[in-house]
């Protein structure tokens, strides 16, 4: 049973478009929610997180929105670039601190 | 440069036999992780260490044993190597719950 729904599984934008990444998750115990970038043949690295008491974090060209309600989370890359084309990845963190689980990724492409 | 280090990046075994997959991090953090990466499955959690001298099972813990020999290292082993053990496996560590540094990988082939 997937934890993180994320999509969709792949994106391509136009550069100096806004690129959207979705995830839902179900459980009320995650507590901590970052997004991940990875480039091919690298592991992941932290882009932006983001807590739940928190709507929106902005962070550059990137931005996370937040609906506690909802339980949805979305990831937004401002005037996107060739650069950011990568894989993304969400994540929530159990509220025990030390389990994370993974949304299935997105393959963004930007092209020139 | 500081980080967490990953040996080997590539590794091809055949069914059945056994190998131990290590990881190093210089930034003294408490935590460490161990994920395989599938295609269309994302990360998934095999073990974890928060600190020194404790493991945890994680989401796919099956075939897989880890030892915490230290602070800086946390090793994963495959008694028994079987073709669903194909993946990438990451090594990752974080201080205060944050998983902020993952390793560039290994690459593992069973067949």
């Known amino acids: 049973q997937q934890q993180v729904k994320q999509s969709p599984q792949s994106l391509i934008v136009q550069k100096g478009g806004i690129s959207i990444i979705n995830c839902a998750y179900e459980n009320t115990a995650f507590d901590y929610f970052p997004w991940y970038q990875q480039f091919p043949g690298k592991g992941p690295a932290l882009l932006i997180a983001i807590r739940p008491d928190v709507s929106e974090k902005k962070e550059g060209r990137f931005t996370i929105s937040f609906n506690k309600s909802a339980k949805q989370f979305s990831l937004h890359i401002m005037d996107s670039q060739p650069g950011d084309s990568a894989t993304y990845f969400c994540a929530a963190r159990w509220n025990t601190g030390n389990q994370f689980y993974f949304g299935t990724g997105t393959s963004l492409t930007v092209i020139p | 440069n500081a980080g967490v280090t990953q040996t080997p990046k590539f590794q091809v075994l055949k069914t059945g036999q056994s190998m131990t997959l290590q990881c190093a991090q210089d930034?003294?953090?408490?935590?460490m992780y161990w994920y395989r990466q599938d295609p269309g499955m994302g990360l998934r959690l095999i073990y974890y260490?928060?600190?020194?001298?404790?493991?945890d099972k994680g989401e796919v813990p099956n075939g897989y044993n880890v030892s915490r020999l230290n602070k800086r290292e946390f090793s994963l082993r495959l008694e028994s190597a079987a073709p669903s053990q194909t993946s990438v496996y990451f090594c990752?560590?974080?201080?205060?719950?944050?998983?902020?540094?993952f390793g560039s990988g290994t690459r593992l082939t069973v067949v």
């Open positions: 930034m003294n953090h408490n935590s």
């Open positions: 990752a560590s974080s201080d205060g719950g944050r998983v902020s540094t």
């Open positions: 260490s928060a600190s020194e001298g404790t493991t």
